[in-house]
């Protein structure tokens, strides 16, 4: 029999004495650190802080949960430790932390969906705490540990009834039951957004359509109407900043509802137990202070007791002053109709604004050799494809005012051309679209830019990279020309910058966000890839303005078929002699009109569940332009390139002819009138009753 490995005697002893104590402790530390770094969550977009938060929420549960496993076992042996009198009253503390802090209840969507397993989580670890209590206190010592069980109690159901009504499921039935505005007073003739809580009001109004744009049903189009006339009523368009800080909001509100338990806890039953718990915690504390003496503790129990009950109404305290500073869903429930928001409220960051950057000849310098990346695929499930794409290859952008301006501008051109053309049997056909780079190009014709570089591919995918490599090698070629690059305010640096974060979503970092337009990206992205190698072999000394040389130089000298690769370089010949004819800015406006439209259509086919995913994780800049186009009444209605791809010879249907008239009245017969019918019912009966009388 093999020997059993033994635990020195002196270690057991000092594991029994304090395990219980340094778990309590670990407990509310990790309690204490989500509570303020979760309220940072929508701002941050560093991968190892989003990774400490989501440790510190399992760890939180765990420990807990393993403490109260820990108390249990120690009832009912004979271990050295802490009386088990005071860890009876310790073990409601563990219920409480179970509850989590108010200011993260999920980590992400698919927590929500786990509300019936927390349920049953409470269940279990009502029913062990309550087994020691019982089990350990007197009967003059039982009412104490039970203030405490009734706030560790409050603050478990609001978690499971917030991830409740935050699943997708019943997400529907919390709004319709509410409005959507749950102890939010709204007045009833909404006067517009003329100061800061105009803006805070108008967020907290377009809430209910967000929820219907993520779950349906979609609004109906007088609703729509109302929505879209708040952006852009005639002649008094909505300022681009004014929008931006309106989804702002609106997104924020978003992740309070999902993620926080601010819904529940503002609320009037919600308001009522809180008060109550609250209470039962500082009663807890004031008997404690007078009823200490009887329960024969050390030094270091009661002060790790006092702690335990100070920090808890602490950790309430620092919540409320964190709502108060921090949450808009707090500022809405006391928002009045006169009443307005100082700037430094409604200015402050609530997402990372950051545009991520990724392009196609840094990817391809910076690659891993070719026999790396085969023993890369086959043996470490592509780890050093993420770290080189992550870590050596993208970069973070800061998210600039002018970008904003100019797409906003664009959705607002775009929302006024709708309007008129509903007829249409797409919302963007290829004439609107050409009508439409006509206009960015000041009235130039944009007939070959249409035919060969656009609506010529048969995917997105292949559009997608064309464009950006026709892009990347036009920027590399301008370098030396640029003007104002690093305040990113021509239609150059935003032409760049677009092209470099869509090429960012495909490649792989955010997959899920681009799925649904990019089917057939794999084989588009490996084709081009191993084009590119073959024209510049890996190398150590590499950089993007040779490998740019040495793609030009090749395909200067004669096409080689239709590969994508040979195109990319035809548009950036095209571009650059157009721009020479043209002017500088005429080329960099077209191809920014270009993206931004391409950007406009992943974002709409991006999934609603993605788009909701995002605010936790940071914003995304194609969830606030999904955002906007469902406000303006063209996310269901934007359709610029898919239809014209798969069938770009057929015109759109044409109208059904109008139905016939119907026939003019006939005149009454003249007089005398007989009914043929009824004239020959009567003579077959005066017959059958001749017939009859013989």
């Known amino acids: 029999m093999a020997p059993v490995l033994s635990i020195p005697e002196n270690v057991q002893k000092l594991w029994d004495t304090w395990s ?23 701002r941050i977009r560093s991968w190892w802080r989003k990774l400490f938060i989501w440790v510190l929420y399992l760890f939180a549960d765990w420990v807990a949960v393993s403490t109260i496993g820990f108390i249990v076992q120690h009832k009912s042996s004979t271990m050295d430790g802490p009386p088990s009198d005071i860890l009876a009253f310790w073990a409601p503390f563990l219920l409480l932390h179970l509850g989590g802090p108010d200011s993260i209840t999920s980590y992400s969507l698919e927590d929500n969906k786990l509300w019936q397993r927390y349920l049953l989580k409470l269940v279990l670890q009502l029913g062990f705490t309550v087994y020691a209590i019982l089990t350990s206190l007197s009967r003059h010592e039982l009412w104490l540990a039970t203030l405490v069980l009734f706030a560790g109690v409050v603050k478990y159901v609001e978690r499971n009834v917030a991830l409740r009504y935050a699943s997708l499921d019943h997400f529907g039935e919390k709004w319709e039951a509410t409005n959507a505005t749950d102890g939010i ?47 852009n009523r005639g002649r008094s368009r909505c300022d681009a ?26 609320s009037a039953i919600g308001f009522i137990f809180r008060i109550g718990s609250v209470s039962c ?34 950790l309430d305290f620092l919540s409320i002053i964190l709502f108060i500073k921090c949450s808009d869903w707090f500022a809405a429930t006391r928002l009045q109709d006169q009443y307005d928001l100082p700037n ?84 963007l056909s290829k004439n609107e679209f050409k009508a439409l780079l006509e206009r960015a190009s000041e009235g130039k014709s944009a007939e070959k830019l249409m035919d060969q570089f656009i609506y010529k591919f048969e995917s997105f995918s292949r559009t997608l990279l064309v464009w950006h490599i026709g892009t990347e090698l036009c920027f590399q070629d301008d370098n030396d020309q640029c003007r104002h690059e690093s305040e990113g305010t021509d239609d ?41 190698r073959r024209l510049v072999p890996w190398s150590f000394f590499a950089d993007e303005k040779t490998a740019r040389k040495k793609i030009l130089c090749r395909f ?18 095209w571009l650059k002699k157009e721009k020479q004819e043209g002017g500088y800015d005429y080329s960099w406006k077209l191809m920014s009109t270009v993206w931004v439209h391409l950007m406009f259509y992943a974002a709409v086919t991006c999934s609603s569940y993605v788009h909701a995913q995002q605010p936790s994780q940071g914003g995304e800049l194609l969830t606030f332009v999904w955002l906007s186009l469902n406000h303006l009444g063209l996310g269901r209605k934007y359709k610029m390139l898919k ?52």
């Open 20 to 42: 219980i104590r340094v778990f309590i402790i670990i407990s509310f530390s990790v309690q204490a650190l989500l509570l303020l770094l979760a309220t940072f969550r929508q």
């Open 185 to 231: 007073p709204i007045p009833v003739q909404f006067k517009g957004v003329k100061n800061n809580g105009g803006i805070l009001q108008t967020a907290v109004l377009l809430l209910g359509s967000l929820k219907s744009v993520i779950i349906g049903p979609a609004p109906k189009e007088k609703e729509q109407k109302e929505i879209t006339s708040i952006f």
């Open 241 to 266: 900043a004014v929008a931006l800080q309106i989804i702002e909001i609106e997104l924020s509100l978003l992740y309070e509802l999902l993620h926080t338990k601010l819904p529940v806890i503002t």
């Open 281 to 314: 915690i500082l009663v807890a504390l004031l008997s404690f202070s007078l009823v200490k003496k009887h329960y024969q503790l050390g030094l270091v129990d009661v002060l790790l007791t006092y702690g335990l009950l100070i920090g808890t109404l602490a």
């Open 344 to 427: 430094a409220f409604i200015n402050r960051r609530r997402w990372c604004k950051k545009v991520s950057q990724l392009n196609f000849l840094t990817y391809h310098v910076k690659d891993c050799p070719g026999w790396l990346k085969k023993l890369d695929e086959h043996c470490m499930w592509s780890l050093l494809e993420y770290i080189n794409i992550h870590f050596r290859c993208s970069y973070d952008q800061n998210f600039q005012d002018p970008l904003w301006r100019f797409i906003w501008i664009e959705l607002l051109e775009k929302c006024k051309e709708t309007k008129y053309r509903k007829e249409q049997g797409t919302w």
């Open 492 to 532: 150059r640096s935003i032409c760049k910058l677009l092209s470099d974060y869509m090429f960012y979503l495909a490649v792989g970092v955010q997959p899920s966000m681009m799925a649904t337009v990019l089917d057939d990206w794999k084989k588009e992205f490996e084709e081009i890839c191993e084009q590119t």
């Open 556 to 573: 200067k000298k004669g096409k080689v078929g239709n590969c994508p690769l040979s195109v990319a370089v035809d548009l950036a010949c």
């Open 643 to 694: 239809e014209e791809l798969e069938h770009p010879l057929i015109p759109p249907p044409a109208p059904k002819p109008p139905p016939p008239p119907p026939p003019p009245p006939q005149p009454p017969p003249p007089w005398p009138y007989v009914d043929e019918e009824e004239h020959t019912y009567r003579g077959r009966l005066r017959l059958e009753i001749h017939m009859g009388s013989l």
